[in-house]
């Protein structure tokens, strides 16, 4: 073989070698890809709220809300705060200790598990109301999560001594 063929031949098999080994590369990281969004989607919080209602308050400029929140993901999730810009002033989390309300910074939503605010425990504080709720109006609330973001919820106001363990 002369010189000229010799470093043809050694280009040829230079480049092919490369393009092989980013072929092998690109295959791997299309698998990898493909794997991906089943691992994302197994490693988020699955969250679904129930039971949102509002009590006909007998003040008008504070009201309680109550809800659970069910995440039947593997993933644990937190409650941050909420929001009612067009009902509210303020809105806050609470929960009630020793017969007293204070406000937290955040609520666990465990993975596989549940958040219950009912009356008499954790719930959602409105303060400032612009307009005291009737029965059967419905108020627009947006809950904050550290995980799965903003969920909006539709509260139904329901009446002053409304109890829904009573429905069950």
């Known amino acids: 073989?002369?010189?000229?063929?010799?470093?043809?031949?050694?280009?040829v098999a230079t480049a092919l070698a490369g393009a092989l080994a980013l072929t092998g590369c690109n295959g791997e990281t299309n698998t990898s890809a493909s794997?991906?969004?089943a691992a994302q989607t197994d490693s988020k919080p699955k969250l679904e709220v129930t039971g949102a209602f509002i009590p006909e308050p007998a003040t008008a400029d504070m009201a309680g809300g109550f809800l659970t929140v069910r995440n039947s993901g593997s993933v644990a999730d937190k409650l941050t705060s909420v929001t009612a810009?067009?009902?509210?002033?303020?809105a806050e989390i609470h929960e009630t200790k020793d017969g007293?309300?204070?406000?937290?910074?955040s609520f666990d939503v465990p993975a596989n598990g549940t958040l219950d605010l009912k009356r008499g425990g954790s719930h959602l504080m409105f303060l400032?109301?612009?307009?005291k709720p009737k029965k059967g109006d419905r108020i627009a609330v947006e809950?904050?999560?550290?995980?799965s973001g903003t969920v909006k919820v539709d509260m139904q106001v329901e009446a002053a001594t409304?109890?829904?363990?009573?429905?069950?």
């Open 1 to 11: 073989m002369n010189r000229r063929t010799t470093r043809t031949l050694s280009f």
């Open 35 to 37: 794997r991906t969004p």
């Open 85 to 90: 810009s067009a009902f509210a002033g303020k």
């Open 100 to 105: 007293r309300m204070q406000q937290v910074t």
């Open 128 to 131: 400032d109301v612009k307009r």
């Open 143 to 147: 809950l904050h999560f550290e995980k």
């Open 162 to 168: 409304h109890n829904p363990q009573q429905h069950h």
